[in-house]
């Protein structure tokens, strides 16, 4: 019988299969003919401290304490769960046969919970003897003659503990990953592996960067590792929304939300998107020097700013409005970043940092409110996200978003959506002027292909290398380094248990950078992304926009954005790195440079 079949006939379901490892627990407390107390018990905080009562998992768990459990219903649940064992994937992927040991081991601890039959012996009953050899034999290690030692050799042997560094005995890597995380988790990465334990205040995080971890954690197993208490900062500025919810509180979202930004509904925007890339180059151009030296990193934080207004609400965001919201993000994104700091002091107390966000959460609602308010009076729609989700529906229950969840859902865009694009550019122009070599060939491809004119959504498809370079660019410099995930239930990686409720930080920055991966990891190399390099590349060996159901849902209107921009600024002039000038990596919410990008312009022609 196959898993499926088998798991629908017992009432298991991804919602709550791992329930199914308190069964032999369960089977072994029902020995004796009763549940005792201190057996209930134990099997509770087991549940508990593993995160195994996930879904309908709890009112399972009451059934089968309530009433025991049919032999065949037993049989069944013990041969499902070796089964799941060998299989080692989908669901199963977590469930290895340290797991059926590990099961063993509290078999034994739960017939010994109440001292034997009805708790007036120290030794384990017979009936409790045969449950654990039943476990045993049914496990495929052990039987009623080799059970006790398994077990015993079991518990004797050394608990492989997740390798890391040790850090300070109060404050664990807090002041480490405060002032240089990357550097800290590529340190890691070579001194400890796969999967690294960081300690930090009343909680341990869990460094992963290895592919194959990464698709267990963002595709396989994402229902286990959830947003969780690590979004709560990002909570307060956008409630619940795309970038914050998981589940069922989720899925919604996503299925209202997802046609706004297909390929086919984004591409109208193109023309904008040259349009303001043309004007502020024209600006540029246009100063009394125009040779001298600018803020790069400045200018494209602003010009996306503007293209993501125009493309959420149709306004075009310029001059004092720009700097209010610009100034409102770097604000939120600074706030945001606190969030790894465990001695932060609640929103509710007026510090500096807390009123100064209050602020500029004042001004995204007022700004969101007002717009929002504007358009649903209207008879009249724009060709823009905002009334691209005013009018959706969600396909299942043919029910709307609410005016409450628009404005979460445009706060995030709007926060998010022009930070991480100019991000990326600015690493961008950053590398093509290091290397010039790339950046002459970048611009011949341009030149050749779009023969003077300005680009279009459509001429932009056959710019393959500028999509080499984007790719090769966020390789290096993923504007979302590091995603932190709460672990709803004990899972396994690489051999080591993770205990429920801690954190796992899956990082593309550390295995964008991996020698096993990546050779001369370091190196800016756009032919990387060439169809013949990428073929057969692991799927999560690269994934700067995430994987997985939480996939980053701006991708293609980001993507688009970029090369449009890129193919409208670069046949109008070649910008140099100021002499001296390095920028420097800020890693906080996402990969910023922290002193800008200082550059010259060399106009052709």
Same mark, same amino acid.
């Given at each position: 019988m196959s898993i499926s079949s088998t798991m629908r006939e017992l009432g298991i379901d991804k919602d709550n299969y791992r329930t199914l490892g308190l069964l032999p627990l369960v089977f072994v407390a029902w020995a004796d003919g009763t549940v005792q107390r201190a057996e209930e018990a134990l099997i509770r905080r087991v549940a508990r401290d593993k995160g195994w009562l996930e879904g309908s998992g709890e009112a399972l768990l009451e059934g089968w304490l309530e009433q025991p459990p049919e032999a065949l219903y037993v049989e069944k649940g013990l041969a499902l769960i070796k089964q799941l064992a060998a299989e080692r994937q989908g669901i199963a992927g977590s469930i290895t046969a340290e797991t059926l040991n590990s099961l063993l081991v509290l078999c034994k601890e739960v017939a010994e919970a109440a001292g034997g039959m009805w708790g007036l012996t120290e030794s384990i009953c017979d009936e409790e003897e045969s449950a654990l050899a039943t476990i045993a034999e049914a496990f495929g290690i052990g039987d009623a003659k080799t059970w006790r030692r398994i077990v015993s050799d079991l518990e004797s042997a050394p608990v492989r503990s997740v390798p890391g560094p040790r850090g300070h005995i109060l404050v664990g890597e807090l002041p480490a990953v405060t002032r240089d995380p990357l550097g800290l988790f590529m340190r890691c990465l070579d001194q400890y592996g796969d999967v690294v334990r960081l300690r930090m205040p009343g909680l341990d995080w869990y460094l992963v960067s290895h592919?194959?971890? /990464?698709?267990? /954690? $963002? /595709?396989?197993?994402? =229902?286990?590792?959830? =947003?969780?208490?690590?979004?709560? =900062?990002?909570r307060l500025l956008v409630d619940e929304s795309i970038a914050t919810t998981d589940g069922e509180r989720w899925r919604p979202l996503r299925r209202i939300a997802q046609p706004a930004f297909h390929r086919d509904s984004v591409a109208s925007m193109g023309e904008m998107m040259v349009r303001c890339t043309t004007e502020m180059v024209d600006r540029w151009q246009r100063r009394p020097r125009p040779e001298d030296p600018l803020d790069v990193a400045s200018e494209l934080s602003n010009l996306t700013l503007r293209i993501i207004g125009h493309a959420l609400f149709s306004i075009d965001l310029q001059d004092q409005r720009t700097a209010e919201i610009s100034d409102a993000v770097g604000i939120a994104l600074e706030y945001m970043a606190g969030s790894t700091n465990p001695f932060r002091l609640p929103s509710s107390v007026p510090t500096r940092t807390n009123r100064r966000f209050a602020q500029a959460l004042k001004r995204f609602e007022s700004f969101v409110l007002a717009a929002l308010a504007e358009r649903a009076e209207s008879e009249e729609r724009s060709h823009d996200l905002m009334s691209m989700i005013l009018d959706a529906i969600d396909p299942e229950t043919g029910e709307g978003l609410s005016h409450a969840q628009i404005r979460n859902e445009m706060l995030s865009y709007l926060v998010a959506g022009h930070e991480t694009s100019a991000t990326t550019l600015t690493w961008m122009l950053y590398l093509l002027s290091k290397h010039p070599i790339v950046g002459r060939r970048l611009l011949e491809e341009i030149e050749r292909e779009l023969g003077g004119r300005l680009p279009t959504v459509e001429s932009i498809e056959q710019l393959t290398y500028l999509d080499q370079v984007i790719q090769e660019t966020m390789r290096l410099y993923p504007a979302a380094f590091m995603l932190p995930r709460e672990v709803v239930s004990e899972d396994r990686l690489g051999g080591y248990t993770i205990p429920a409720k801690s954190w796992v930080l899956v990082a593309p920055y550390v295995t964008h950078r991996r020698p096993d991966f990546w050779p001369n990891p370091e190196g800016f190399d756009p032919e990387r992304f060439t169809p013949e390099a990428s073929m057969g590349r692991h799927p999560c060996a690269y994934y700067p926009f995430f994987a997985g159901p939480h996939k980053c849902i701006g991708r293609p209107l980001s993507l688009m954005e970029?090369? $449009?921009? /890129?193919?409208? $600024? $670069?046949?109008r002039c070649r910008l140099d790195l100021r002499p001296g000038f390095e920028p420097e990596v800020d890693a906080q919410v996402t990969l910023r440079s922290r002193n800008g990008l200082m550059v010259q312009p060399r106009w052709h022609g």
């Open positions: 592919p194959d971890h /990464v698709k267990h /954690v $963002l /595709v396989d197993h994402s =229902r286990n590792y959830v =947003r969780g208490r690590s979004y709560e =900062r990002f970029m090369k $449009l921009i /890129v193919a409208t $600024l $670069l046949p």
